[in-house]
């Protein structure tokens, strides 16, 4: 993928146990903000009901295997009741918002075993005044528990501004 994912393991090179390394990942991810708090929290679709919590990713959305709605993480759309906002970089680059006429399946995400559907864990960084201002996005495979950090503490700028 041309913005660099790279994929671990949890410590000792073993397979993550669980949901909670992938929300411990993104923790980690964000940068908090003086008088700010840090919220993480697993993906759900409210939508479906989809008792996996598994999303299929592309085009840097994250789209629920049940019913195929986005998470809309690019685009300020991650449930938070925020206003909508745009990602900047902060460190590694994002991932492709668009599929555009290049776009092969080569570029999609997938673990190191080739699975290509994952839980999602997300971080939020907000300001004592409650504005989201840094978001992180970590995938886990839940077949081989491999873990990525697909979104790398980005900033987040609401439209407009």
Avoid: K, N
């Amino acid at each position: 993928m041309d913005h660099g994912t790279g994929w671990t393991y949890a410590a000792g090179g073993t397979p993550a146990a669980g949901p909670e390394d992938a929300l411990r990942l993104v923790r980690g991810a964000v940068r908090g903000e003086p008088g700010g708090r840090v919220e993480t929290l697993l993906a759900t679709c409210t939508m479906c009901g989809a008792e996996e919590d598994e999303f299929e990713v592309a085009a840097g959305e994250c789209f629920c295997v049940g019913c195929c709605i986005p998470l809309g993480i690019t685009d300020g759309d991650v449930r938070s009741g925020a206003r909508r906002w745009r990602l900047e970089p902060t460190g590694t680059p994002l991932p492709p918002s668009s599929p555009g006429p290049g776009l092969e399946p080569g570029d999609l995400p997938r673990c190191p075993a080739g699975h290509d559907v994952f839980q999602v864990a997300v971080a939020l960084s907000f300001t004592a005044e409650g504005e989201v201002r840094g978001l992180s996005v970590g995938l886990r495979c839940p077949v081989d528990g491999a873990l990525c950090l697909y979104v790398d503490d980005a900033r987040v700028v609401a439209y407009g501004a």
